[in-house]
């Protein structure tokens, strides 16, 4: 059965990743007027003790008893691209009567010196590790960094929250969940198209039919250095899939490349548990708009084209933050738990598959 039809778990999944080397300079607004209020929030030391969290066994959930309501989480972000210049805005500014208003930012790691960003100092890696009123870090570095510092983080005993994928890599991913259960630790894995109001409306129109055939095609830019293959760079589609048609397996893929124009176009053909045939086609490159194109054909109809909805209010990063601070203060139900990090897994689980198919064929031509 597809997942979809056994439980809808609203702002309970989580970016598009959306950094890159020309954009990582750019200035986030922040949301209102009051920097003073927000600059005044970051500073203001009294962070909590560390929390006293009990570990459960088997899926690092918190308990909820644990946390009282003065119980506060020094934050740390990493990288200081868009997506964690956002970060930071959002933490500064947290939804009001959110979990995200248990956060106070600490400061930011880039490997590039900085000057101070939205009223908040950037400090060393090493002091983020180490100092105790830091409780957790968000990791919008490029993909191919994302293993290396949650590994870290989780090491020294935080918690983590980190932009998809997590690692580049099923293995890796399991020994990173390993550790942080190990830890007794959060261990967060941002997944925000799955709260983009105009797929959260598309899962509402396919839930309970019965699929035939389908494809998504998604075209974009070329891929910045550091992100990885598409497999991986492109998952947050995959994850789509997977969330919507339950457990898949591949079938085959192929890969196109034309480095001297910087395109790549990757089409791995995949089946559902009931046999039903799904293709997705990731294709990158100058000149490519940024596009989804949907064709699902169910015994009741044909869907082609993705909902025409308004944009959410709240940020897709905020959503994220609250689902992360709900996270930390124990008010995630362990199913809900065990659900998200089977996905994840599995999501990897097939992009590590699809890589390796079209990698053969360019082994075996070398």
Request: no cysteine; charged share 35%; proline share 0%.
């Given at each position: 059965m597809p997942w979809c039809v056994c439980f809808v778990l609203p702002l309970s999944y989580s970016v598009f990743t959306v950094l890159s080397a020309g954009a990582?300079?750019?200035r986030v607004p922040p949301r209102d007027a009051a920097t003073a209020t927000r600059r005044a929030r970051s500073a203001s030391g009294s962070c909590a003790e560390k929390p006293g969290f009990q570990q459960q066994a088997e899926t690092g959930m918190m308990s909820s008893a644990a946390c009282d309501g003065k119980t506060m989480f020094g934050v740390v972000v990493a990288g200081l691209g868009i997506a964690g210049q956002v970060r930071i805005r959002?933490?500064?500014s947290p939804l009001p009567s959110s979990p995200a208003e248990k956060m106070s930012i600490k400061g930011f790691v880039s490997r590039r010196n900085l000057q101070e960003q939205q009223g908040v100092t950037q400090i060393p890696l090493d002091e983020a590790l180490s100092r105790e009123d830091i409780h957790a870090a968000i990791v919008s570095t490029e993909n191919s960094s994302h293993e290396d510092y949650?590994?870290?983080?989780l090491e020294a005993g935080k918690h983590v929250c980190v932009e998809y994928p997590m690692a580049l890599s099923y293995a890796a991913a399991v020994e990173l969940?390993?550790?942080?259960?190990?830890k007794g630790k959060v261990l967060h894995v941002e997944h925000i198209e799955l709260l983009a109001a105009d797929y959260r409306q598309l899962k509402k129109e396919v839930c309970g039919k019965s699929l035939q055939e389908g494809s998504l095609h998604f075209t974009a830019g070329p891929v910045a250095p550091g992100f990885g293959s598409?497999?991986?760079?492109?998952?947050?589609?995959l994850t789509w899939l997977v969330d919507l048609f339950g457990e898949l397996s591949v079938t085959g893929a192929k890969l196109t490349e034309e480095p001297e124009?910087?395109?790549t176009k990757l089409t791995a053909h995949l089946l559902t548990q009931d046999r039903r045939s799904l293709t997705w086609i990731e294709e990158r490159g100058p000149g490519l708009r940024r596009n989804k194109t949907i064709d699902l054909r169910f015994d009741s109809g044909r869907v082609d084209q993705l909902p025409a909805v308004p944009r959410d209010p709240v940020g897709l990063f905020a959503q994220d933050l609250r689902i992360f601070g709900r996270k930390l203060l124990g008010q995630v139900a362990t199913e809900a738990l065990q659900a998200e990090r089977k996905r994840v897994l599995h999501c990897l689980q097939l992009a590590d598959r699809i890589s390796q198919l079209v990698q053969a064929p360019q082994q075996s031509a070398s």
């Open positions: 990582a300079q750019r959002d933490l500064l949650v590994r870290k983080f969940f390993r550790l942080a259960d190990e598409l497999a991986f760079s492109g998952i947050s589609r124009k910087k395109y």
